[in-house]
């Protein structure tokens, strides 16, 4: 099977012409002269990025996710090809609803019949990895079965390999390859699939966002139904909205397109800053907006396999990075890079502060239509080069997230500031870090630490009293070494005199037998 899937890939990449683009970074002009003759019968007008996503397409669902995350380094890729692969869509048919009912059986022991009260055969949504399938519990709550694709960890496993393999190659033969670093590309690509692979782990992150928003009316999480969850089926209340991609839909529901704008921004810098724990997939088809009752002209989040973290380290440097934007302060934005060692030491502080100016300083004081962040993300990557700064792992995500923020913002409302929306946001954070509120909030956090360390105190000071109490002085300190320092001089006397007695007689003895 390995074989076949093998040249299927070959084929494609013939097909759509990858061999060339591959050669056109290659420093070998014997493999350009081979690539030349060799294109009879293909037509390469078609641009190259188009060309490389219709490509991942052709080679299925395992491609496109892969095609997917390449797409938020643009770190890693020119342009036209970082450009084309967003547009890339899990457009995957669903798979026979039996496999899905023999997948329920397997995992919750118990045919959908006799856990629902009635079960929606014709799936409602599929993708890549997983389809929905409706249906309502004997207590007659709705709710949505989310059901794993079968054989998958088998078809990726088997995909990874050969991505491995490819890598391998890629950083040998590449003149730029060792500084794309394929192969962590690849094995940070395993661990995105493999965690999404398990759908118990997709459950406990929508459990958390929940909480994190459960006083808020900004965001909707559905409720997991934990009895009918595992790790390749889960259930969860089954919510109602329109996705927010259908503009026309939202305006003819009364929803308020500007305030969503707003609350969009408010959702992911609360998520980003407060939480430290955000969702990192919020492309169109994972959010809907509530059209009645309390969900009203409210965010609903679906799809939780994909999330971020951040360290409370993290949280700080990027609030100073993003107020230092805001402030135009380029000086302090190429400190904080080089104080935490994104940058090299030897970096030189005003080429890096003039470069970030470069980059920035045009998209102030612009409404958002007229604003790209994807355009000034990829010129600061282009800076990071020049610089030897690499994109770091735990923001890649982060980056994703906030080109999809940057995307529904300007569908919905092309007026939006986003940077005079966030600025207060990020300003009273930082006060409430670094001032009288923030070491209070640190004092209540440890509370509980000194609840049980206080009541502690008096026996712990006693056994200190004690100990100092029962330790000699330094002068009985001084007498106990001198009086140790006269035994060990008798000892060794002893024992020289033992040694030479023994000797002694041992040379008697021999010179006994010797002479007999």
């Not at 190429?334 to 030491?345: D, F, M, N, V």
Request: with cysteine.
């Amino acid at each position: 099977m390995r074989i076949f899937r093998l040249l299927k890939i070959a084929h494609v990449m013939w097909r759509y012409g990858l061999d060339e683009i591959a050669v056109e970074s290659l420093r070998s002009p014997a493999l350009h002269r081979i690539s030349s003759a060799l294109r009879f019968g293909r037509d390469f007008k078609t641009p190259r990025g188009q060309r490389l996503r219709e490509a991942l397409q052709d080679l299925g669902p395992i491609f496109v996710k892969f095609g997917q995350m390449l797409s938020t380094r643009r770190d890693l890729l020119p342009p036209d090809m970082a450009d084309e692969l967003t547009l890339l869509q899990d457009r995957v048919p669903p798979f026979d609803p039996d496999l899905a009912i023999k997948q329920i059986e397997i995992s919750l022991h118990k045919h959908p019949d006799q856990l629902f009260a009635s079960f929606e055969r014709t799936p409602h949504a599929s993708a890549s990895i997983a389809q929905v399938h409706f249906a309502t519990l004997h207590n007659g709550r709705e709710v949505a079965v989310k059901v794993l694709r079968p054989n998958m960890r088998r078809a990726i496993d088997r995909d990874l390999e050969l991505m491995e393999t490819a890598a391998i190659l890629v950083e040998k033969l590449w003149a730029d390859g060792k500084r794309l670093k394929p192969r962590e590309v690849v094995g940070e690509f395993n661990k995105y699939l493999h965690d999404e692979l398990d759908l118990m782990r997709e459950a406990a992150n929508g459990s958390q966002l929940r909480r994190n928003f459960a006083d808020s009316d900004l965001l909707h999480v559905p409720e997991m139904i934990w009895d009918y969850c595992s790790e390749s089926v889960i259930v969860m209340e089954r919510v109602h909205g329109i996705p927010i991609g259908r503009i026309d839909q939202l305006r003819a529901a009364g929803i308020d397109l500007k305030k969503l704008s707003r609350d969009g921004v408010e959702i992911f810098f609360t998520q980003v800053f407060r939480h430290g724990f955000f969702h990192a997939d919020m492309h169109p088809g994972n959010i809907y907006v509530g059209e009645g009752g309390e969900d009203f002209n409210r965010y609903i989040a679906l799809d939780f396999g994909i999330v971020g973290t951040l360290t409370d380290f993290d949280k700080n440097y990027l609030a100073q990075n993003f107020l230092a934007f805001f402030q135009r302060d380029y000086k302090r934005v190429a400190t904080l890079h080089i104080e935490s060692g994104w940058a090299p030491k030897e970096t030189r502080e005003d080429e890096l502060e003039a470069a970030i100016r470069a980059c920035c300083e045009p998209v102030f004081d612009l409404p958002l239509a007229r604003i790209s962040l994807g355009q000034v993300l990829l010129r600061l990557f282009q800076t990071s080069r020049r610089f030897n700064i690499e994109v770091q792992p735990q923001l890649v995500l982060l980056q994703k997230t906030l080109l999809n923020i940057e995307g529904l913002g300007r569908d919905l409302d092309p007026d939006l500031d986003l940077w005079a929306t966030a600025k207060p946001f990020l300003e009273k954070w930082m006060q409430e870090q670094v001032g009288w509120r923030g070491f209070r909030e640190r004092v209540k956090q440890e509370a509980s630490q000194y609840s049980q360390l206080l009541p502690q105190i008096p026996r712990l000071l006693h056994q200190v009293l004690t100990q100092q109490a029962s330790m000699p002085s330094a002068d009985e300190v001084r007498r106990l070494a001198d009086e140790q320092a006269k035994t060990n001089r008798i000892l060794s006397a002893g024992l020289g005199l033992i040694a030479g007695i023994l000797a002694g007689t041992f040379a008697l003895l021999l010179f006994f037998l010797l002479r007999h």
